[in-house]
């Protein structure tokens, strides 16, 4: 039996996050069509993560496992024949049995981008948070430093999650300026939920004076998620890169 990683790019605007619901078309989903159409038959797809609703994937992992003996690289070319334009396979390797896309995975990086022009633009809607307020990218960047480190982001956190443990260690985080984008990028070993979306939205609030400089680690430290800013919307969110 082959252990089969695959790593998609998608479009996630049309659908309702990666993992299979009763009455939404998500991501999964999608993709297990193709998997049935190539393998013959409803294959298992396990995923690196979930990605909530309009939440888009630079790079996504996923494993099946088949004892089909199709060449990877024909694997890839038949996928991409069966999967829809906003979802796309760019590799397809073996891996170890005991190889897992979600708990073999020693860190994951998010992107945020914010479109920071006075107008909105119609063509970045799905991609883009519209943020029409001044941003200065360097300011916001210094006080991001904050989240470096190990943590306890329960305060950081979705009321939705049942996670038990919600330290994480947040290994980078840096924000910077292209135009009218401003990007916020961080790599951790692990996400709570929402945990990236509330992270732009407590910077956001930094930026417009909500909360002031220097204050961002003892909101860390008071585990409090009303003392943090809000949750950005999901539409500039991207989940950028897996590390194994």
């Given at each position: 039996m082959r252990n089969i990683l695959i790593t998609i790019r998608y479009d996630g605007s049309h659908y309702h996050g990666w993992q299979v619901q009763d009455n939404a078309l998500t991501v999964q989903e999608v993709f297990q069509n193709a998997v049935e159409k190539v393998f013959g038959s409803r294959l298992d797809v396990v995923g690196c993560s979930r990605t909530d609703s309009g939440v888009h994937a630079n790079m996504y992992c996923l494993t099946i496992k088949s004892d089909k003996n199709i060449g990877n690289d024909n694997l890839v070319m038949a996928l991409n024949t069966y999967l829809p334009k906003d979802i796309a396979v760019t590799s397809a390797k073996d891996?170890?049995?005991?190889?897992?896309?979600?708990?073999?995975?020693?860190?994951?990086?998010?992107?945020?981008?914010?479109?920071?022009?006075?107008?909105?633009?119609?063509?970045?809607?799905?991609?883009?948070?519209?943020?029409?307020?001044?941003?200065?990218?360097?300011?916001?960047?210094?006080?991001?430093?904050?989240?470096?480190g190990k943590y306890n982001y329960v305060g950081f956190c979705s009321s939705k999650s049942d996670v038990a443990d919600t330290v994480r260690d947040v290994k980078s985080f840096s924000v910077w300026r292209e135009g009218d984008f401003v990007y916020f990028k961080v790599e951790a070993d692990g996400f709570l939920y929402n945990m990236v979306r509330i992270m732009v939205g407590t910077l956001l609030f930094i930026n417009?004076?909500?909360?002031?400089?220097?204050?961002?680690?003892?909101?860390?430290?008071?585990?409090?998620?009303?003392?943090?800013?809000?949750?950005?919307?999901?539409?500039?969110?991207?989940?950028?890169?897996?590390?194994?």
């Open positions: 891996v170890p049995d005991d190889f897992h896309p979600r708990y073999s995975c020693k860190s994951k990086e998010y992107v945020y981008k914010l479109y920071n022009g006075k107008i909105r633009d119609p063509f970045t809607a799905d991609y883009a948070l519209h943020y029409r307020y001044p941003i200065d990218a360097e300011y916001l960047n210094k006080e991001a430093q904050a989240f470096v417009e004076g909500k909360i002031k400089a220097g204050e961002l680690n003892d909101i860390i430290n008071s585990k409090d998620r009303k003392r943090a800013g809000k949750t950005a919307k999901p539409q500039g969110l991207y989940l950028n890169k897996v590390n194994y």
